[in-house]
């Protein structure tokens, strides 16, 4: 069925409620009794600031002993290579006029097509069917009158991708915080026939698109009840994958996958180690540490803290990523996520210090996207100590936390350093082009060692000419 004249308007307006939400609801606060997140809370002036040119991105000077010692001539990838990870939204052929060949796909191994819904029954089905396999995009031609049914939208445009890149994997991710709510996932999960179905009918769209695999993205279990059946609904999910490819007589291991909280509040529910024996990687969503919801400006994706002044940095990547270790995860399953957007804070003197309201942010109020920093005015200032970088404006008093090329430089050492998996970015329209790209920044750091594992082309199940012949 078509989309609704004004579905358009809808799928624009959504767009934010479909975003990771913040970690510092998933998170403990760091204080000094955290034995993970453990913080001196001390009041310290922000550190002093060098800037080789008026033009030029400031960076914060570091100790000479640096947490972080660069990994330029330490590459450790894992034994397939670097993810480099792109969730795509289907709702950005919309508003942003986004398409999927508007990916750098030669500089990625994966994409996240976004998201998959469940409905009643707890079946997995199309968010939006209209872009996904209907809409015609630019470079399709839809012929109307052929008798012979194909996919159009996103879901014809990925497949062509993919028959051009070999090495293109396209996941269907499914849920996000909008379609984990009203406990979407929590039913079909708590009983064996709706792990099945579920399971089953996730396999079903996925290979009816064409996909490589599934990516789950339940947001969140509340209770260790609802942990234990995490892992035995991505139990259920693993088998139906092997069974599809068993059926069609294939050799090729379809992916799952999980997003994963960077949050301990959240992850302590959840049996990683009983969820690890089914999943071929976990996206850890390192970011949206800090926003409007605070009482405090902050580094809303830093690696590390920062004792010089710990309110801007009152969660961290670094701890999360060692405690998943340390329960049995191994690091180079291990994906480092990162965002394509910043978020502001308004009247505010600097980090670490109280604001008023959300910065202006032309998306919505608090949020911009990386494309669009920084704002006029605005002096980014990027801090090698915590790998977190921000700009402030001094006559609006607006200060912006995002990443930028820098930190993904430091970020991709850290990856590197600690032996991860890869990258993945949250989302494909947020990016900048050229040089400034953090995608490209990321595959470039990895130096050709992106993982090489070619795709499926063969679909005997799909309904669709165009991806069962492929």
Known sequence: MRASSG???????????????????????????????????????????????????????????????????????????????????NWGVYGAQFFPKDMPV?????????????????????SDSYAD???????????????????YGCVGQLMELKKKNRNLKVLLSIGGWTYSQAGKFRGPSSTDAGRKRFAESAVKLM???????????????????????????LKACRVALNNYATRNKQS????????????????????????????????????????????TTGH?????????????????????IRDYISRGISPGKI???????GRSFGNTNGLGKPFSGPGRGPLEAGMYLYKNLPASGARPTFDSKTGGTWSYNSATKELVSFDGPKSANFKADY??????????????????????????VMANRFQGRLQRKQNMLSYPESQYANIKNS
């Open 7 to 89: 579905f358009a308007w809808l799928a624009m307006a959504t767009q934010a409620l479909a975003a990771p939400q913040p970690v510092a609801d998933n998170c403990p606060r760091t204080t000094v009794t955290s034995t993970i997140y453990k913080t001196v809370f001390e009041t310290s002036a922000l550190p002093k600031t060098t800037t080789s040119k008026a033009t030029s991105e400031t960076t914060t000077t570091a100790a000479a002993d640096s947490t972080l010692v660069s990994a330029q001539t330490n590459i450790r990838a894992t034994a397939s290579g670097y993810r480099n990870i792109l969730y795509f939204t």
């Open 106 to 126: 030669d500089k990625l191994t994966h994409v996240l097509y976004s998201f998959g819904d469940i409905n009643s029954n707890g079946e997995v089905v199309s």
């Open 133 to 151: 396999v209907e809409k015609q995009l630019p470079g399709q031609t839809i012929d109307w009158n052929s008798p012979v049914k194909k996919a």
């Open 207 to 233: 290979a009816n698109w064409g996909f490589d695999g599934i990516d789950i993205d339940w947001e969140y279990p509340e209770n260790k009840q609802q942990g234990d059946n995490f892992v035995l609904l």
């Open 252 to 295: 090729y291991r379809y992916e799952l996958t999980v997003a994963a909280s960077a949050g301990y509040a959240k992850y302590s529910l959840q049996n990683l180690k009983g969820m690890d024996s089914y999943l071929d990687a976990w996206h850890l969503m390192t970011y949206d540490y800090a926003g409007t919801w605070d009482t």
């Open 300 to 320: 809303q994706a830093n690696v590390f803290k920062d004792t010089r002044n710990p309110l801007a940095t009152k969660f961290d990547s670094d701890s999360a």
């Open 335 to 341: 994906v480092f996520g990162l965002p394509l957007y």
């Open 415 to 440: 990856i590197i350093k600690k032996g991860l998996g890869g990258s993945f970015f949250w989302e494909a329209t947020g990016d900048k082009q050229g040089a400034q790209s953090l995608v490209g």
